[in-house]
């Protein structure tokens, strides 16, 4: 009998050798150019650069930097910068950075397993559709700069559709025979 005649697994083991796949159905959806394969096919990479992305907006949200380009992002206040109301703004800006911060440091933490902790990516996904776009859209019918806010729902689609081709793909099996185990082809008769 030959070696991949299909004999069976040992010590019921099934092993690549011992599968049929001639019959496995290949997904022609996903192929993509090269140079885009390293974010949507890799949810690690994804994982970092978003991370690190969200770490410099968590940055760009410190109370020193919200103080100075208050009176620029909010020309019709019509405070003091150091009145109540302003400072209330300051401090809800700095929230928000402290919880993206936060969530970039775990992206990045977490992406050297990322296949393990594929649930983040997942989270931060419905964070960007609920916090991203929907709360811009929102504003934007709050007659917000519509160049402003259009362009962050611009980013926010970029984050979502990346982020989805890399959770799609942490979600494949990593090898055909892996694949038909996981789906029920493979049997032990």
């Not at 090269?34 to 994804?46: F, K």
């Not at 109370?63 to 405070?79: E, F, K, M, T």
């Not at 990322?114 to 859209?137: F, P, W």
Request: proline residues 4%.
């Amino acid at each position: 009998m030959s070696e991949f005649s299909g004999s069976q697994p040992d010590n019921g083991v099934i092993k690549e050798r011992d599968i049929d796949m001639s019959h496995a159905v290949t997904d022609r959806r996903f192929k993509c150019p090269r140079w885009r394969q390293t974010i949507l096919t890799q949810p690690n990479r994804w994982m970092r650069i978003v991370g690190g992305f969200y770490i410099a907006l968590g940055l760009f949200n410190t109370p020193l930097v919200i103080q100075s380009r208050l009176s620029a992002q909010y020309p019709d206040l019509g405070v003091a910068v150091d009145s109540a109301a302003a400072q209330a703004l300051i401090d809800t800006w700095f929230m928000f950075g402290l919880e993206v911060l936060i969530i970039g440091a775990a992206l990045l933490y977490f992406s050297r397993d990322a296949h393990r902790h594929i649930a983040l990516a997942g989270t931060v996904l419905v964070l960007e559709l609920v916090r991203g776009i929907v709360h811009d859209v929102y504003l934007l019918g709050r007659d917000y700069d519509p160049v402003i806010y259009g362009g962050w729902i611009m980013i926010h689609l970029v984050i979502i559709i990346t982020g989805v081709f890399s959770v799609r793909q942490a979600r494949r099996p990593s090898s055909p025979a892996r694949g038909a185990a996981w789906s029920g082809e493979a049997s032990n008769d």
